[in-house]
T-cell receptor, first 114, second 115 residues
Framework: AQTVTQSQPEMSVQEAETVTLSCTYD???????LFWYKQPPSRQMILVIR??????QNATENRFSVNFQKAAKSFSLKISDSQLGDAAMYFC???????????FGTGTRLTIIP | DTGVSQNPRHKITKRGQNVTFRCDPI?????LYWYRQTLGQGPEFLTY????????KSRLLSDRFSAERPKGSFSTLEIQRTEQGDSAMYLC?????????????FGSGTRLTVV
């Protein structure tokens, strides 16, 4: 069974600084996608960034980037120039190609310190 | 289109009562998913539909749970004889067929509290 592990229940970062959230996963599949979702308090979950496993190049979306290490099954999220609006729960998720189930980690609560 | 809409936002019910939640997906999305999120956990898959067909159900979906999507548009999730363990956030999401790899669009969820 696929599992996704987020070992940091909580993280905090000073505004304008950089923070990295960790995620590891376990799978025997070779073709899959990985996602980071953001869930602000009492608001809907939104997609932050996605990575296709067959692409070696790390995905980047503005201040958000990932470090994808396929062999190590690691998928960390780096947030640069942290802003107050980045405060949220962040979930790492795994999606094997051809399957319809997203498997989520337990989340990391990110606090931004002004 | 205002995205995925879920109603109600909050529901408090007494143990043993039945509850029903509604999800309105993005209109052109033919795939609809239900997830459950308990406190301190990530969302867990419950079931999904392609149009009106329910294609997969998790073993988390006991026989007290039933989901429908009668016309391939909105969906309902009913829980019969609610138990305290059913207290959770119920999330609905939708996607276009063949584009789930671009991620789902989630609704804001229905928070159920069973007292």
């Amino acid at each position: 069974a696929q599992t996704v592990t987020q070992s940091q229940p909580e993280m905090s970062v000073q505004e304008a600084e950089t923070v990295t959230l960790s995620c590891t996963y376990d799978t025997s599949e070779s073709d899959y996608y990985l996602f980071w979702y953001k869930q602000p308090p009492s608001r809907q979950m939104i997609l932050v960034i996605r990575q296709e496993a067959y692409k070696q190049q790390n995905a980047t979306e503005n201040r958000f980037s990932v470090n994808f290490q396929k062999a190590a099954k690691s998928f960390s999220l780096k947030i640069s120039d942290s802003q107050l609006g980045d405060a949220a729960m962040y979930f790492c998720a795994y999606w094997p190609f051809g399957n319809e189930k997203l498997t989520f980690g337990t989340g990391t609560r990110l606090t931004i310190i002004p | 289109d205002t995205g995925v809409s879920q109603n109600p936002r909050h529901k408090i019910t007494k143990r043993g009562q039945n509850v029903t939640f509604r999800c309105d997906p993005i209109s052109e999305h033919n795939r609809l998913y239900w997830y459950r999120q308990t406190l301190g956990q990530g969302p867990e898959f419950l079931t999904y539909f392609q149009n009106e067909a329910q294609l997969e159900k998790s073993r988390l979906l006991s026989d007290r749970f039933s989901a429908e999507r009668p016309k391939g548009s909105f969906s309902t999730l009913e829980i019969q004889r609610t138990e305290q363990g059913d207290s959770a956030m119920y999330l609905c999401a939708s996607s276009l067929n063949g584009q789930a790899n671009y991620g789902y669009t989630f609704g804001s969820g229905t928070r159920l509290t069973v007292v």
